[in-house]
């Protein structure tokens, strides 16, 4: 259905109006370029067949908000994106960049005619978000610390340096897993820790404790499968550096800690089930345990 796009700083995004039901679903061009009123907008207002509108604001991220935003914000909460860029993002200061500056890379070129028409500047229609590793893999940086030398404590500072709000965002099936392990010096892993960063289904953390009261929730099977996993790390806000503390369970000696981000499309199937599963980053440090400085390196 035609959108009017919201005010930058509306409170609540309301949700988009469907076609009915035995109408063709899903999204076309007209689910963005028409407007109310019968008219395709663009940025240019080009000469065309239909009647078209000069609307510089399908530059700018009130163009995707009815879709990637629902209800007011709560912070952790999924389908959140519009609303984590304005706050915590935009008006924050980290950045000036709409969506489409990170989804939509402009290049120059014809539009959507196949006969002869100049090339002009436009974004390309590709949205790259979860299924691309280009854009998945620049979102978060990682890095591991040992706080104190000679000792076991170890922090792994997650950092979100790329998107323009949260990560993961979107979706409650989304996560991104760090996984830590040591390794001894003859190789053997001896020591691991794992952390998920996922949206939470509803208003609050996904809980076991709720798994009763789901039995009569408004979408019994999505509000249980989030309820099932349990408590997990909140997803990282634009901006934020996450610092995640570990004290492994080692001797004195020499290893390596190694650290992974992984980031999931489905977190709800089987965490050994792979192919719907990137590594976004990776990081390595050489540690030494010892009691006394002097017999070490
Ligand atoms: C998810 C929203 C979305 C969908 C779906 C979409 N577009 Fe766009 N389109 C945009 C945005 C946003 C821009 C402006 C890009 C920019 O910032 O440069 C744009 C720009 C354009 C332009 C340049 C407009 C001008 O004024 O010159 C053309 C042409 C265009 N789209 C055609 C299409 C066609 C054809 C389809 C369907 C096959 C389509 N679009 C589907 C969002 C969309
Ligand atoms: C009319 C509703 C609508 C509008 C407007 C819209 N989107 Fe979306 N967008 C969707 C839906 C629905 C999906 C999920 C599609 C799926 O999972 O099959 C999606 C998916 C995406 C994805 C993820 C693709 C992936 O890899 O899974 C990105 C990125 C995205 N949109 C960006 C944008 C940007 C940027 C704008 C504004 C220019 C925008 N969208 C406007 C409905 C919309
Ligand atoms: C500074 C660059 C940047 C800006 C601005 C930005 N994004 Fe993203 N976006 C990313 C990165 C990086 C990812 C991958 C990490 C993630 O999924 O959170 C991403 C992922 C996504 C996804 C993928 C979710 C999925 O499940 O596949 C959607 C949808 C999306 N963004 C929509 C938007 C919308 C809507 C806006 C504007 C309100 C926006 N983004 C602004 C960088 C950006």
Redesign the pocket.
């Known amino acids: 259905m035609p959108l009017k796009y919201p005010n930058l700083n509306a409170t609540k995004i309301e949700r988009p109006k469907p076609r009915a039901s035995d109408q063709e679903a899903g ?3 007209a ?3 028409l407007t109310p009123d019968g008219k395709v907008r ?5 000469d065309a067949p239909h009647a ?1 509108v ?1 609307d510089e604001s ?2 700018t991220s009130v ?2 908000a009815f879709c990637h935003s629902e209800g007011e914000r709560v912070v952790g909460k999924q389908t959140q994106t519009f609303l984590e860029w304005r706050e915590d993002f935009y008006q924050a200061g980290l950045g000036t960049e709409q969506c ?1 500056d990170c989804h ?1 890379p ?1 290049t120059t070129r014809k ?2 005619e196949n006969f002869d028409v100049p090339e ?4 390309r ?1 590709l ?1 790259t978000g979860g299924h691309s590793f280009q854009r998945i893999s620049s979102a978060l940086t990682l890095a591991i610390v040992q706080t104190e030398e000679w000792k076991r404590p170890l922090e792994f500072h997650v950092t979100n340096v790329g998107a323009g709000h949260s990560v993961p965002t979107g979706s409650n099936r989304r996560a991104v897993y760090l996984t830590a392990e040591i390794v001894d010096s003859k190789g053997q892993v001896v020591a691991t820790k794992d952390w998920m960063f996922a949206p939470w289904y509803g208003d609050r953390p996904d809980d076991r404790a709720f798994l009763e009261a789901d039995k009569i929730h408004e979408h019994v099977f999505a509000a249980t499968q989030a309820d099932m996993q349990g408590p997990h790390e909140t997803i990282i806000r634009a901006g934020e550096q996450r610092v995640l503390g570990w004290t492994p369970e080692i001797t004195e000696g020499r290893y390596t800690v190694r650290a992974r981000l992984i980031y999931d499309l489905n977190r709800y199937n089987d965490r050994e089930f792979k192919e719907d599963q990137r590594e976004i980053a990776y990081g390595e440090l050489e540690l030494v345990v010892a009691s006394r400085k002097t017999n070490s390196r």
Not at 42 to 46: A, L, Q, V
């Open positions: 999204i076309t061009c689910s963005c370029h663009g940025p240019y207002g080009s078209t000069k399908i530059k163009a995707c489409q939509m402009r539009l959507a002009r500047v436009s974004g229609h949205w």
